[in-house]
T-cell receptor, first 111, second 115 residues
Framework: DQQVKQNSPSLSVQEGRISILNCDYT??????FLWYKKYPAEGPTFLIS?????DKNEDGRFTVFLNKSAKHLSLHIVPSQPGDSAVYFC??????????FGTGTSLTVIP | GAVVSQHPSRVICKSGTSVKIECRSL??????MFWYRQFPKQSLMLMAT?????????EQGVEKDKFLINHASLTLSTLTVTSAHPEDSSFYIC???????????FGQGTRLTVV
């Protein structure tokens, strides 16, 4: 049973525009949510996280929004750059420190 | 940030042989490490949780006799693919969480090709 879901397998955005990646989860006990970026043949790298007690966290061009009532989080990248093209994984951590990953969204930023 | 090193990054082996993949936490002690497998165009699939000093916890459907995990120290976990078959060819990734940090850190991954 997939506890973290990313329903969009791919997304294409023009350079300079905003990229919005979405993620839904089912477990209300998750205490941290994270986004990872992954290039082909490499391990994922941490991008940004948000605690379940917050609704927004911003780091440069990256902002993560959390809507606990909807069990939904999103990653906004603005402005999008060609180097942002990668697969983005949403992850959630439960109170036992177990991480659950979404299926990933492949972002392509078109120059 | 914390660094997790995985070795080798790429390995090719013959069917029936065994391959060992190492995962090291370089600047922190990890009592728990995780092993994932990624098939082409698919998400990361958690295979097992490696616990220092005790037996690994395997996810449903993962053969523990085929994927041997050893976590002998607080900075090293190994995954051994025994009697490898072509269908074991995949990208294997380890991760560990620095207790001082929120996020988990990932190794660089190992591309295993069984011929």
């Amino acid at each position: 049973d997939q506890q973290v879901k990313q329903n969009s397998p791919s997304l294409s955005v023009q350079e300079g525009r905003i990229s919005i990646l979405n993620c839904d989860y089912t477990n209300s006990m998750f205490d941290y949510f994270l986004w990872y970026k992954k290039y082909p043949a490499e391990g994922p790298t941490f991008l940004i996280s948000i605690s379940s007690i917050k609704d927004k966290n911003e780091d440069g061009r990256f902002t993560v929004f959390l809507n606990k009532s909807a069990k939904h989080l999103s990653l906004h990248i603005v402005p999008s750059q060609p180097g942002d093209s990668a697969v983005y994984f949403c992850a959630a951590r439960d109170t036992g420190n177990q991480f659950y990953f979404g299926t990933g969204t492949s972002l392509t930023v078109i120059p | 940030g914390a660094v997790v090193s995985q070795h080798p990054s790429r390995v090719i082996c013959k069917s029936g042989t065994s391959v060992k993949i190492e995962c090291r936490s370089l600047d922190f002690q990890a009592t728990t490490m995780f092993w994932y497998r990624q098939f082409p165009k698919q998400s990361l699939m958690l295979m097992a949780t490696s616990n220092e000093g005790s037996k690994a916890t395997y996810e449903q459907g993962v053969e523990k006799d085929k994927f041997l995990i050893n976590h002998a120290s607080l900075t090293l976990s190994t995954l051994t693919v025994t009697s490898a078959h072509p269908e074991d060819s995949s990208f294997y990734i380890c991760s560990a969480r620095d207790p001082r940090e929120t996020e988990a850190f990932f190794g660089q991954g190992t591309r295993l090709t069984v011929v």
